[in-house]
């Protein structure tokens, strides 16, 4: 692809991208910065474009490949075209740095990496910043060695300074002094990064830069590039990195950092493109956005400049909040497939027709998907087990109260209203609080102490099975 046969078509409604490397996971920060570039193209009526950047072709894999776009699904940031590999467009990213050696903006470099080493090492010792001198700037090709392969150099400007107008950093500054003369294309002939993503945005018409405050620096060079290139700059906006809660940079010990992780761990899209939103983004004093309301919303001047903070407790409460206002239908679509990998075979249409019925009452309790797995298992026949605390209810006097019990509701319909009647009936007869025949028969029905309304799960699991398992229990 090259400017003149790309795919791609320059609009008046902006173009974005993001462009992650396939060398792992879909990190935390990068789901954002994907979330937010599709939120501005969804605002704007622009479109949305992903690259995979994979020109580092012993660290990118095809498992990092589809871990990226298995993440993206799952989070539903879709792209508006085809994807687009760098690793497939390096003759077009050469062809451009060999046109700027042509057009005097660049030059062939015949220093070997020691050569370049003593240079920063000099430097160094004379208190200067540790770079690359421009020693085959100006100077006369035929004096090129025999045998050696150049790279070739960007002839970086020295004078004046680079200003960037960034949408979220507002006007940054750095004198083009500090600055040397970067490699754009290798010995080997491989395109550097610095150079391929700024042939690629360009040929993409890509409008908006949005991405990490990390590659701020990056924009001062990239600029001068594309000045060099008389191609016309987008717009950058910055984002401030995400920290962990203690303000330092994240890392492992704050807890997930894939966006897949943080699936298994039972979160839902929806409340994850909430938490990512609101992570340096805000609305008045909003916390609950749909996707809906964010599209319309969406702004860059909301981002703030203050890198955000991941609190895992925030983001479980607010997931708990979406499983409680899922449909019933949808939860228990997701959960099935998870409880089926958890038990090792598949669900009676008994107990999948229990769950349904009773999810409304397990949604109210849980706040990730683990918790509602774990809650739907009382409607699943598996081996009885009992923790420390479920025990404490399965002894002599305890036993003595459900056998009672169990002969009464012999006798009558298994109904919410009429279990509860004759569970207070038998506990009064008995002399004894509700509690104390409730909780051991609760231990007996679910398995363990906590539970959704224990009539309504008797109600669910029926007269049958209910006295099944209080049998089980007593014996």
């Excluded at 949305?48 to 950047?53: A, D």
């Excluded at 360009?202 to 620096?217: P, V």
Aim: contains cysteine.
């Amino acid at each position: 692809m090259t400017e003149a046969t790309s795919p791609f078509h320059s609009s008046d409604k902006p173009i974005v991208r993001f462009a992650p490397s396939p060398t792992g996971y879909l990190h935390i920060g990068g789901a954002r910065t994907a979330l937010f570039n599709w939120l501005f193209a969804k605002h704007t009526g622009g479109r949305f474009l992903l690259r995979i950047e994979d020109t580092d072709r012993e660290r990118s894999t095809a498992e990092a490949v589809d871990a990226i776009f298995d993440s993206l699904n799952w989070l539903g940031i879709t792209t508006d075209y085809d994807v687009v590999f760098q690793s497939k467009r390096v003759d077009r990213h050469a062809a451009v740095a060999h046109q700027l050696v042509a057009d005097g903006k660049a030059y062939y470099c015949y220093c070997s990496p020691e050569e370049v080493e003593q240079m920063r090492e000099h430097a160094k010792a004379n208190g200067l910043p540790p770079r690359y001198n421009g020693f085959w700037r100006d100077r006369d090709p035929a004096l090129k060695p025999d045998g050696i392969k150049p790279v070739i150099r960007f002839k970086a400007p020295h004078d004046g300074e680079t200003v960037i107008h960034d949408l979220v950093q507002g006007e940054v500054h750095v004198q083009n002094k500090q600055l040397d003369d970067l490699i754009i294309l290798r010995a080997d002939g491989t395109p550097t990064y610095m150079l391929s993503v700024i042939v690629d945005d360009h040929d993409m018409h890509i409008s908006h830069i949005i991405r990490g405050d990390d590659h701020l620096t990056n924009a001062f060079r990239q600029k001068q590039i594309y000045e060099a290139c008389s191609w016309q700059v987008p717009e950058f906006a910055h984002i401030p990195l995400i920290h962990g809660a203690d303000g330092a940079k994240l890392s492992k010990r704050h807890g997930a950092m894939g966006a897949e992780e943080y699936r298994a761990m039972g979160f839902l899209p929806e409340a994850m493109r909430n938490y990512l939103l609101k992570l340096g983004w805000g609305h008045g004093d909003n916390e609950i956005i749909s996707t809906e309301q964010a599209i319309e919303w969406f702004d860059l001047p909301g981002i703030g400049r203050a890198p955000a903070r991941l609190d895992m407790a925030k983001l479980t409460n607010l997931n708990g909040h979406y499983i409680r206002h899922s449909d019933t239908q949808h939860l228990h679509t997701l959960v099935t497939p998870l409880i089926i990998e958890k038990i090792g075979r598949s669900l009676t249409s008994v107990e999948s027709r229990f769950i349904q019925i009773g999810m409304d009452g397990l949604k109210e309790r849980a706040k990730t998907l683990v918790e509602l797995v774990d809650g739907a298992l009382i409607y699943v026949d598996i081996p009885i087990t009992y923790d420390e605390k479920s025990l404490s209810f399965c002894n002599d006097e305890s036993k003595q109260y459900i056998a009672v019990l169990r002969d009464v509701l012999n006798n009558y319909d298994f109904t919410h209203d009429v279990l509860e009647s004759t569970i207070r009936s038998v506990a009064e007869s008995l002399s004894i609080k509700l509690g104390i025949l409730a909780q051991p028969l609760r231990v007996a029905i679910t398995h363990r102490t906590v539970s959704p309304s224990l009539f309504d799960v008797m109600e669910i699991l029926g007269k049958e099975e209910s006295l099944r398992r209080i049998d089980a229990y007593l014996s």
